[in-house]
């Protein structure tokens, strides 16, 4: 019998308990082993919060706050709380008290959930008032608050609450973008745009209730928020949830995860520990590896294997490729990229060493998935075309400011259409307008292009893109991206606006870092990486500096994007030195 089709993230959970209620919804580890949770005692949890929060006179359109990392109870809240036709605002442990003040200003919360005492002081330290606030309902019991988690159990529990059915078109999320270059802002989505985006992923996505994924990225981000937490509970998967990033590959290794969804820097680790690894071996062993990927690239292409190919395939798989693979719990049979982009080289070894590897783009103010590439209809590279329900078009006029729109002839900014486009952006009708074109469609500040066969090729940021002193326009994105490929390079950004070239500031690994000849190694790896870039994309002159970006310097954001303007505003006599004529 078919699952009838929900209208609203509410019924999606109900869908699923009632295919799914003895089977194990989430692992979470305790005490050294990991502990399952079933469909049916998560449905049981929300259940009891959704009352605690009614009892609290939490009502239809209000807007619940959440300061959390991943956990049973953040799935919980957020489930508990469209129950009640509520809209969740979700926020990121590392954010700065600042940032979690300007968005519950902003938001107007009436409930807030803090995952500790910590946070809650932190919280409270900041002058500025949220007068909206009423309640601060902490996880932990630590000193024993008033208002807990658990305690709001209880109380939901002895007065339950119906769950409420939203309409699709009522406000599900307020998810507030990074704020890369200003104050964040609150993209609202519907119950319609995200389920849009969920149900259009299970079409062309293989997950199902057979699946296990290992849940690291952040569910207050757009891509862990929708492609795992919402599509894996609407799946029927089980959702392991990663003690922290630190722990990650002992994680893998543990759980042994059939699905990953990741972003594009735990690809480039694995690649950089592959090439790494392989440097080491002895060179018939290389040559066969290399021999191997050259194979697998033809497989992919639809190219028909001769015999030594084939052969050397399965030999390389079994003296190398399985060992590559069991670093990631040996049993993953596919594995989603999202968030920025992802390189090619990167994606082809993930490929080749037996992992099929499907890139998607999409924004925040999507829900967030646009284009993916799923089975059968894949070319690396690219990110895909347009899931069900979405268009793309490539809009090649000028914006308003002195931006260029696109390198080459092809490129221009891309604007998408269907269902999974937002409302709008909170209290921001001026900009929720400019974000549109007079047709609808949302315009992504992205720069790409379409290729014959409708895939897309994402190749830069409109508001990233800058223009050198002779004219050229540099997309610096993609370049320090092929720059953090080099096991030599932790991080990079790469600089040039009205100036004669680009220069850069790189943060060493710890593999190279207070080396003498560091800068040196250094060089060689960036004439390495740019070999195939266009002349005036070069970088010319590079500082080295001993401070990563982060979140606690200002540096980036929770969604791992870089703050240019902080950086170059901090390292400014830095980047100018780097211009100075050496004697």
Excluded at 454 to 481: A, M
Aim: include cysteine.
């Amino acid at each position: 019998m078919t699952a009838p089709t929900p209208h609203s993230l509410v019924e999606s959970l109900e869908v699923s308990v009632a295919a799914n209620g003895a089977r194990d919804a989430f692992l979470t580890k305790e005490n050294g082993r990991w502990v399952a949770t079933s469909y049916a005692a998560f449905a049981r949890a929300v259940d009891e919060v959704r009352g605690g929060l009614a009892a609290l006179g939490i009502r239809a359109g209000d807007h619940v706050g959440i300061i959390s990392n991943n956990r049973i109870e953040w799935a919980v809240v957020a489930y508990a709380t469209y129950g009640l036709r509520a809209a969740l605002v979700p926020m990121y442990e590392s954010q700065l008290p600042r940032e979690w003040t300007f968005i519950a200003r902003d938001a107007r919360l009436r409930a807030l959930f803090v995952a500790t005492g910590e946070i809650q002081a932190r919280l409270a330290a900041v002058p500025t008032p949220i007068p909206t606030l009423q309640h601060v309902i902490r996880m932990s019991s630590e000193s024993h608050p008033a208002l807990t988690f658990a305690s709001l159990r209880t109380v939901g529990a002895a007065r339950p609450h119906a769950a409420l059915h939203p309409r699709e078109e009522d406000l599900a999320s307020l998810l507030y973008t990074s704020g890369t270059t200003g104050d964040p802002k609150g993209v609202m989505l519907t119950h319609g745009n995200i389920l849009s985006n969920l149900l259009a992923v299970k079409d062309v996505i293989p997950l199902g209730i057979e699946h296990l994924t290992l849940s690291f990225l952040p569910w207050a981000h757009a891509f862990g928020h929708t492609c795992e937490l919402h599509t894996g509970v609407a799946a029927g998967a089980t959702i392991a949830i990663a003690e922290s990033i630190e722990q990650l590959p002992a994680n893998l290794v543990e759980v042994r995860p059939t699905v990953l969804v990741a972003v594009p820097r735990v690809f480039q680790r694995v690649f950089i520990g592959f090439q790494s690894l392989m440097a080491e071996k002895p060179a018939p062993l290389r040559w066969l590896v290399a021999r191997a990927l050259a194979a697998a690239r033809r497989r992919r292409a639809g190219e028909k294997l001769g015999l030594a190919e084939r052969l050397s395939l399965a030999l390389a798989d079994r003296l190398v490729f399985v060992r590559a693979r069991a670093r990631v719990g040996g049993r993953l049979q596919f594995a989603i990229s999202g968030a920025a982009a992802l390189d090619r080289e990167v994606a082809e070894l993930i490929d080749g060493i037996g992992i099929n590897i499907y890139e998607g783009y999409g924004l925040t103010e999507t829900s967030p998935i646009v284009t993916a590439n799923v089975p059968g209809h894949r070319k690396l590279g690219s990110v895909g075309r347009p899931i069900p329900g979405v268009r793309v078009v490539i809009d090649r006029a000028a914006p308003a400011s002195d931006t260029a729109v696109g390198s080459n002839d092809t490129d221009g900014e891309i604007v998408v259409y269907g269902p999974n486009v937002m409302r709008g952006y909170h209290d921001r009708t001026a900009e929720s307008q400019a974000a549109r074109t007079p047709d609808g469609g949302l315009r992504t500040g992205d720069l790409g292009h379409l290729d014959a066969d409708g895939y897309l090729y994402v190749t830069g940021r409109i508001k990233e893109q800058y223009k050198l002193d002779n004219g050229k326009y540099v997309s610096p994105s993609p370049l320090e991206e092929q720059l953090k490929l080099s096991p030599l390079i932790a991080n990079a950004l790469i600089h040039g606006h009205n100036r004669p070239h680009n220069v850069a500031l790189v943060v060493p690994s710890p593999a190279v870092a207070g080396h003498p000849d560091a800068h040196v190694r250094i060089r060689a790896e960036i004439d390495r990486l740019s070999a195939g870039w266009k002349s005036f994309e070069r970088v010319l002159a590079f500082a080295l500096i001993d401070e990563d970006f982060t979140q606690a310097n200002d540096m980036l954001t929770p969604s791992m994007k870089i703050k240019r303007r902080n950086v170059v505003q901090h390292y400014e006599a830095t980047l100018e030195a780097l211009y100075q004529p050496r004697g």
